[in-house]
């Protein structure tokens, strides 16, 4: 009988302990505040006078001191200087590059029944397939054969063969 009167002592003391813990969370995140109540007393407000605003003038100086060397700025007069006048030149056009000098040809893979080729071409370090008719970086897939491929690039045909 001694061991049931500690087991619902304890209980009962947990339930209380709880009970306090959830009535102050409760309290904390509730909305009203009951306790104070503050009340806005409505004084006569006395009228001022706006001052009239008027728009920002002034002006750079641009003759401070050197704060350095402490000596006043002297002003140059830049009205008459004469500027070398620069001849114009052309920028040098860089010369294009042939996108088909990057590409390989590794191989091809061709369809038994409708005869149609695929050619296996690595193009930047990246393998694409590309079949007759094909575009890769300006240049047209024309043909494709065993040993070498052939392209168009701005209307002059290249060949490319297999590695």
């Known amino acids: 009988m001694k061991s049931k009167s500690i087991v619902y002592l304890l209980v009962f003391s947990v339930l209380g302990i709880w009970g306090v813990i959830l009535f102050r969370v409760f309290l904390s995140v509730s909305d009203k505040d009951n306790d104070v109540m503050y009340r806005a007393s409505v004084l006569p407000s006395r009228k001022t006078d706006v001052p009239k605003l008027y728009p920002d003038t002034f002006k750079l100086l641009m003759n ?15 009205s008459n200087i004469n500027s070398r006048k620069v001849p114009l030149t052309s920028l040098p056009v860089p010369p294009e590059i042939n996108p088909a000098g990057q590409m390989k040809y590794l191989g091809y ?18 393998e694409k397939m590309m079949k007759k008719g094909d575009t890769i970086g300006g240049v047209t897939l024309t043909a494709i054969q065993k040993q070498a491929i052939m392209m168009r ?6 060949t490319i063969k297999a590695e």
Do not use: C, L
Request: charged share 30%; proline share 5%; hydrophobic share 30%.
């Open 109 to 126: 893979v061709r369809d038994g029944r409708e005869k149609n080729s695929v050619a296996i071409i690595s193009y930047n370090g990246k």
């Open 64 to 78: 401070y001191q050197d704060p350095f060397t402490g000596t006043p700025a002297i002003k140059k007069d830049t």
């Open 153 to 158: 690039f701005k209307g002059k045909m290249i």
